[in-house]
């Protein structure tokens, strides 16, 4: 089992960037493939980008594509999200997800608020 703490959310204004960072605890972070979803108010959670192990591929969401980079550091348990250009649109909790062996594990979330 595998815990997730993210950090690194906060207000920041259109245009701007802000690196979010999971730490996972509890078990050998390098056998997870990990995520990054969001959440709107009055919305689905979202896939936004997501990192295999030993991270040799990525994925993107077409709406971040091009301004957000996801990216891991086995040696720290941790794994960023890189986001730039933020949007208005962008705001939402971002969640940080650990999946191995069809089990996925879920961190509480950060808020994000992208306003002027």
């Known amino acids: 089992q595998v815990q997730l703490a993210e950090s690194g959310g906060g207000l920041v204004q259109p245009g701007g960037s802000l690196r979010l960072s999971c730490a996972a605890s509890g078990s050998t972070f390098s056998n997870y493939a990990m995520s990054w979803y969001r959440q709107a108010p009055g919305k689905e959670r979202e896939l936004v980008a997501a990192i295999t192990d030993p991270g040799s591929s990525t994925y993107y969401a077409d709406s971040v594509k091009g301004r957000f980079a996801i990216s891991r550091d086995n040696a720290k348990n941790t794994v960023y999200l890189q986001m730039n250009s933020l949007k208005p649109e962008d705001t939402a909790v971002y969640y940080c997800?650990?999946?191995?062996?069809?089990?996925?594990?879920w961190g509480q979330g950060t808020q994000v608020t992208v306003s002027s």
């Open positions: 997800k650990a999946v191995r062996s069809f089990v996925a594990y």
